[in-house]
C-alpha cells in the first residue's frame, strides 16, 4: 500500500523532546490521541502515522510523515485535509507547526480528474500556443462599486489595449450594484467587439463565488449568460468548491481560482499551510489558473517558495493531471514586468489591477503598457530602452517606476 508522505516544519515548545513532538504530528490526525487508549485493536495499526525522519531546520525541526492510502476516503479533499493537517495547529505542546508540502499517491490521486484545460488549452483559446508569450491580466478596479454599464466600459479599454484576461475582484460577486445578470452581459458584448475588430479572444474570468448550495447554480447561470471562464475563491469557498466545478459535465469552461484570506495559513514561515500544499490540490481539484505571487509586487512572499509552488503547479509528471497556469498577482505593474519574467519563467499570467487602471492615461494605455513591457522582456530589451519609442510604457515607468 502507498503512502501520502507530509512534510512539516515544528518547533517544539522548551522542555518537549523533539522526538515525541514528531509522533505526535503522526498520531494525532491518525491513530492515536493525548494518551494510551485501550480501544486500540491490532488491526488498526497499520493505519498509524509513520515518522520517517526528522532534521534540525532553522529554530526546530522538519519532519517527514506517512499517511498509509487507506486512511484517506479517496477523493474527499475534506477528509484529506483532516488527516494531513487536522488539529495540529492547536496542540499546546507544539510552539509552532506548518505543513510544508503533500506527496500524495496513484490511489489518492487516481479519483480526481485535475484542469480541464491547463496552460496549453487556455493559450489556445487565447492564441498564444505558437508565441509562448507570458499572459497579461487584469482586476476590475475599484475591487466594488461600478454599476455593469462601467464595468463593462472599464473591460473594453483593458481588452482592447491588450490584456488576455479581465477578472472580477474577491469582494465582487452579485451584489446589487452590480448584479452578474447585468455584469456578464455587458463585459462578453464588449469582448465580443474586440474580438471582431482584432480577432483576440479574451477571457472574463466572473467570480461565482457563492454560498455552498448556489455555486454551481451561479456557475450555470453565468454559462447561460454567456461566460468564458469561471473564477472561484478556494479559501472561502473550499478547496473542493474547484473541484464541484471543474467536474461538472454541463461546465467546459477554463477555472480561475483566487485565493482571498490564504495568507492567513500560508503567510507565517513556522506555522499554518504552506501555499504548496494547496498547489497540489488545487491542482488535483481542477483549477486552470491559480494566483500564487509576484516578484515585485504588493504582497509578501518567499521566492524559494514562490518559484517551488509554481513548478508544482506546472510539472509535467503529475500523476497525469494537466498543469496549472500560476498568475502572479498583486501590486503589480509594468516596471516589474521584466523581473517577474526572469525569475518565474513565460508561462505565467501577469495581472495589474492598480498598475493598470492607474496608469496617467487610462485603463487602455495602462493595458498596452503591460503588453509592451512583456513584449519588450520577449525581445530581450530592457524595459527603459524599451520605453523610449513605447509611450504608455514610458509613462508607466515614469509614474511608478522599474523594478529593479
Ligand atoms: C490585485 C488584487 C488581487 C491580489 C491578490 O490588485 O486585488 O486580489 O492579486 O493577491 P492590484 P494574490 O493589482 O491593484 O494590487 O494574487 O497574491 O493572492
Not at 479559501?235 to 482571498?260: F, K, N, W, Y
Request: with cysteine; glycine share 10%; hydrophobic share 40%.
Amino acid at each position: 500500500m502507498g503512502e501520502v508522505i507530509g512534510t512539516y516544519y515544528y518547533r517544539p515548545k522548551a522542555g518537549v523532546d523533539f522526538k515525541w513532538a514528531a509522533q505526535a504530528i503522526a498520531e494525532e490526525q491518525t491513530t492515536g490521541t493525548w494518551t494510551d487508549i485501550s480501544t486500540t485493536q491490532e488491526y488498526v495499526r497499520y493505519l498509524d502515522g509513520r515518522v520517517h525522519e526528522v532534521v534540525p531546520y532553522n529554530d526546530g525541526y522538519i519532519t517527514k510523515v506517512g499517511f498509509a492510502d487507506d486512511i484517506f476516503e479517496p477523493g474527499s479533499i475534506p477528509q484529506y485535509l483532516s488527516v494531513v493537517s487536522g488539529n495540529l495547529y492547536g496542540l499546546s505542546k507544539l510552539a509552532k507547526v506548518r505543513l510544508l508540502d503533500l506527496d500524495f499517491t496513484e490511489a489518492t490521486t487516481a479519483p480526481f480528474k485535475g484542469p480541464q484545460f491547463g496552460i496549453e488549452g487556455i493559450r489556445k483559446i487565447v492564441g498564444t500556443d505558437k508565441s509562448r508569450r507570458p499572459h497579461v491580466g487584469t482586476i476590475i478596479k475599484p475591487k466594488v462599486g461600478l454599476n455593469p454599464k462601467d464595468t463593462a466600459q472599464v473591460s473594453y479599454e483593458a481588452a482592447i489595449g491588450g490584456v488576455d484576461l479581465i477578472k472580477d475582484d474577491e469582494t465582487l460577486t452579485d451584489q446589487k450594484f452590480c448584479p452578474m445578470a447585468d455584469r456578464l452581459p455587458a463585459v462578453m458584448e464588449q469582448l465580443d467587439r474586440v474580438k471582431d475588430d482584432t480577432g483576440r479572444t479574451v477571457l472574463y474570468a466572473i467570480n461565482v463565488s457563492a454560498p455552498g448550495d448556489k455555486i454551481l447554480e451561479r456557475a450555470e447561470e453565468a454559462i447561460d449568460l454567456g461566460a468564458n471562464m469561471l473564477m472561484v475563491d478556494f479559501v472561502v469557498c473550499g478547496i473542493d468548491a474547484v473541484r464541484v466545478l471543474a467536474e461538472d459535465s454541463s461546465i467546459q469552461l477554463p477555472l480561475h481560482v483566487h485565493r482571498t484570506m490564504h495568507a492567513a495559513m500560508t503567510r507565517e514561515p513556522e506555522h499554518g499551510v504552506a501555499m504548496r500544499a494547496f498547489c497540489r490540490l488545487i491542482r488535483m481539484a481542477g483549477g486552470d489558473q491559480l494566483h500564487t505571487g509576484t516578484i515585485s509586487g504588493k504582497m509578501d512572499h518567499d521566492t524559494a517558495e514562490l518559484l517551488g509552488d509554481n513548478k508544482a503547479l506546472t510539472d509535467p509528471n503529475y500523476f497525469g493531471l494537466k498543469d496549472v497556469f500560476p498568475v502572479a498577482s498583486g501590486g503589480l505593474a509594468p516596471g516589474g514586468v521584466a523581473r517577474e519574467i526572469e525569475v518565474l519563467g513565460k508561462d505565467i499570467i501577469l495581472q495589474a489591477g492598480g498598475g493598470i487602471h492607474g496608469h496617467p492615461n487610462g485603463t487602455r494605455a495602462g493595458a498596452t503598457a503591460m503588453r509592451q513591457a512583456v513584449d519588450a522582456a520577449m525581445q530581450g530589451t530592457t524595459l527603459e530602452e524599451y520605453a523610449k519609442d513605447h509611450a504608455e510604457l514610458a509613462a508607466a515607468l515614469e509614474k511608478w517606476g522599474t523594478f529593479a
